[in-house]
Every structure is written in structure tokens, then in C-alpha cells.
């Protein structure tokens, strides 16, 4: 069994920054990537940012240069710092794992934690 914590949304004006972050629990898997999608109101679930066990780091376009994920492997953690925030970027973020069990590869979600900025 696996859980996704997530922390650090919330209300911010144009220009802020927020930091999110979303330790795993559990055991009994090896984690390929984790990374953050985000849904805004009428919208499709989208990525935001990914990062690999290895490292390797991908951002939607929109947000390339503003934002940067890290993650702490010893803790299982993965955290999207986010600058110049824009009211654009208002919306649900999610965490997303990626995960090998013996029973094969799954993906986990978090319960999403909510973004507002204002302008």
C-alpha cells in the first residue's frame, strides 16, 4: 500500500511563490519518477513536471523557467518550488507516483491540494 502526502498550497498574488511537496509512504516498490500534475476548472488534467529516479527533469512549457522540481530520495519526497507565480496557474495540483511492484508498474495519485493566485 502506498499514500501520497501533499502540503503547501494555497493563496498567493501574482508574482508570489508556493512550494509544494509530497512524501510517499509505504513499502515493497521501487519509485521510477514523481512528479506534479494540476486541473483547473473545465480543464484537462495536466503535467506540470516530472522527475525520474535518475534525475531527469521534464516541465510543460508553461511553466519552464518559473518552476523547479527536486526530490529527496532518501525520504521518498518530491517538491515543485514555484516562482512568478501567475493567476493562469490557479488550480488543483496533483501528485503523481510512478512505482514497480512485484505485481508490476502502478501509478499512485495524491489528493490534490488547491493553488490560488490572485492578480
Known amino acids: 500500500q502506498v499514500q501520497l502526502v501533499e502540503s503547501g498550497g494555497g493563496l498567493v498574488q501574482a508574482g508570489g511563490s508556493l512550494r509544494l511537496s509530497c512524501a510517499a509512504s509505504?513499502?515493497?516498490?521501487?519509485?521510477?519518477?514523481m512528479g506534479w500534475y494540476r486541473q483547473a476548472p473545465g480543464k484537462q488534467r495536466e503535467l506540470v513536471a516530472a522527475i525520474t529516479s535518475g534525475g531527469s527533469t521534464n516541465y510543460a512549457d508553461s511553466v519552464k523557467g518559473r518552476f523547479t522540481i527536486s526530490r529527496d530520495n532518501a525520504k521518498n519526497t518530491v517538491h515543485l518550488q514555484m516562482n512568478s507565480l501567475k493567476p493562469e496557474d490557479t488550480a488543483v495540483y496533483y501528485c503523481?507516483?510512478?512505482?514497480?511492484?512485484?505485481?508490476?508498474?502502478?501509478?499512485?495519485w495524491g489528493q490534490g491540494t488547491q493553488v490560488t493566485v490572485s492578480s
Open positions: 509505504g513499502s515493497g516498490f521501487s519509485i521510477n519518477a
Open positions: 503523481n507516483l510512478d512505482a514497480t511492484f512485484t505485481a508490476g508498474r502502478y501509478n499512485w
